[in-house]
Structures are given as C-alpha cells and as structure tokens.
C-alpha cells in the first residue's frame, strides 16, 4: 500500500557520488588496468571500513541524557544506548553513522511510553573495530536484544535496514513491528556509486566483492535485502523522502513490493539526513509502533 505526497525534485533518482579526492579516482583507474589485484584489495578495505562521523550537539546532547551499557567482547565491544522504561524498541543507524542519529526519536517514544535502545554498530561511534559488514551489524543487534530485548519494535535508517533485515531474517533477532526510514533495498547500488565514486572498474569492484564474500562466508546474492524480505512476516512500515539523493525512492519501493504486506508512504521536502528530525515522519512511525499494544 503506497500513500504518496507530490515532489519536487527531478534529479532524486540520481544519487550523489562518493566524495572521494580526483587524485584518488586517478590512482585506482590506472591500479584498475595494470593492477587488478591491488584494486580490488584496496576497494575491498575501503569498502568496509566506514567513516566515524561524530554526533553533532543536538545528538550529544540527547546520549548524554542516556544509561550507557558496553556490550561484547572488549575486541567487539559495542556502545548502547537505552532511555526510559517500557516495551523496547531499538533504533539502528545507517553505514557511517552513530547511535545520535535517530536521537529525535527518543523523547518522543519515551513519552509514548516506550523504552528506546540504540547502539553504535561495529567500527562505528564509540563502538569497537575498524572493519564492519551487515554480517558484523546484525550480530551487534543480537547483543542488545540479549541485553535489553524482547523488542516490540524496531526503526532502523539507510543502510540500517539492511542489517536489520540480515538480523531478522539470519541473525536471530525478532521485533513485533518494524519501521525503515529512507532504506536501502539492494547492495548493488552501494557497490556501484562506490566504485565509481573511487575509480574502480566494474571488474574489480566484483573482485573485491568475492573477496568480501570468503571473508564473511556468504554469497551476497543469498543474503540481499529482497531476497530475504520475502520470507518475511513482521509488519513492516517504510517511511521515504520522494527527493532522498543517498537512498532513492524506488529503493523504497522494491522494498515494500518484496516485503509481505508492507505499506510505503513517500514525503516531498525532505533529505535523506533531515527525514529524521521531521515531526511528521516521527509520529507516524511511533503510531505504526503503537499499534501492537
């Protein structure tokens, strides 16, 4: 079901590239004629290795109002987040992001009487590692379930979707009601803007997949997000800005075309970072979460 607001914007179908300096795009193009091999090692540890954005004041000043729980192992430690008290709902963040992003969800779901939890995912925020995967992101969000669960729901942005829907599906985790906000609905995309956000060629950047691929031992094929949103039963509520240049709509789309008896609603004015602090958008997620009490 799609409930859809009209847009403005002509070009949201194209995303933005990767900010990656020229002299960067020059060396891989010319490691990608003469030296494959290296390429694709050198696409491969970039890829997974996210940058650590800091939260900005009005997020700090959100986690400082919260208990903070160290969860895992000190190699794999993870930094959690809870506030409140009541049914929990975890709240995951996307690739290069932090446990402030979601931070305007919080009192809002406090005040509804919810518990919030959130987590800086591996090799992310205050979190432990360098290197990080869906793989590494989903069993981060087993932990908080073991810690804080069961939860009765879930909201997750961006590539956060991803990771949520691996855990679901793969990972163990279990939620009544789940809320995707701007989701990524296949890794391709990902793979693609970023090769040529670095030079890398096609050829290399599938290298370095199948690389990635021995080093989690999985097929990403079996492990995208439509493949596994079929087999899934959890209602599911995917809240898109129409103009979102990261993660475009048709994103979106696919995703609630996959997912059983999932509903889509699009929202014209917003970005891709600003969709999480909209009014709007917060209270329609927290009613969808609302409706398993």
Do not use: C
Request: charged share 20%; proline share 8%; aromatic share 8%.
């Amino acid at each position: 079901m799609t409930a859809t607001l009209p847009t403005r914007a002509q070009n949201a179908e194209r995303p933005l590239p990767f900010p990656i300096p020229r002299s960067l795009r020059a060396g891989m193009r010319a490691a990608s004629l003469v030296a494959p091999g290296l390429a694709a090692w050198v696409a491969y540890m970039m890829f997974f290795t996210p940058p650590r954005i800091p939260p900005r004041q009005r997020e700090l000043d959100v986690l400082a109002r919260a208990d903070t729980i160290t969860l895992g192992s000190a190699k794999r430690r993870v930094s959690a987040y809870t506030w409140g008290v009541g049914p929990a709902v975890l709240l995951v963040h996307g690739w290069g992001g932090n446990a402030g992003h979601l931070a305007a969800f919080v009192d809002p779901l406090v005040a509804a009487g919810f518990r919030a939890v959130a987590v800086d995912l591996p090799a992310h925020g205050r979190s432990a590692g360098r290197r990080t995967s869906a793989i590494h992101g989903a069993a981060a969000l087993r932990l908080a379930e073991e810690a804080f669960g069961p939860f009765t729901g879930l909201v997750a942005h961006s590539f956060g979707a991803p990771i949520s829907t691996y855990a679901l599906a793969r990972g163990g985790l279990s939620t009544d009601r789940v809320v995707y906000v701007a989701p990524a609905a296949r890794f391709e995309p990902y793979w693609a803007r970023f090769g040529a956000g670095i030079g890398a060629s096609p050829a290399v950047m599938a290298r370095a997949m199948r690389r990635a691929e021995r080093w989690l031992d999985v097929r990403f094929d079996d492990i995208g997000p439509l493949v596994l949103a079929v087999t899934q039963e959890t209602p599911l509520l995917i809240l898109h800005p129409a103009e979102d240049r990261e993660t475009p709509v048709t994103e979106g789309r696919l995703l609630a075309d996959a997912w059983p008896g999932a509903e889509l609603r699009e929202f014209a004015g917003l970005g891709h970072m600003r969709v999480l602090w909209d009014e709007t958008v917060i209270h329609e997620a927290i009613r969808f979460l609302a409706t398993s009490r």
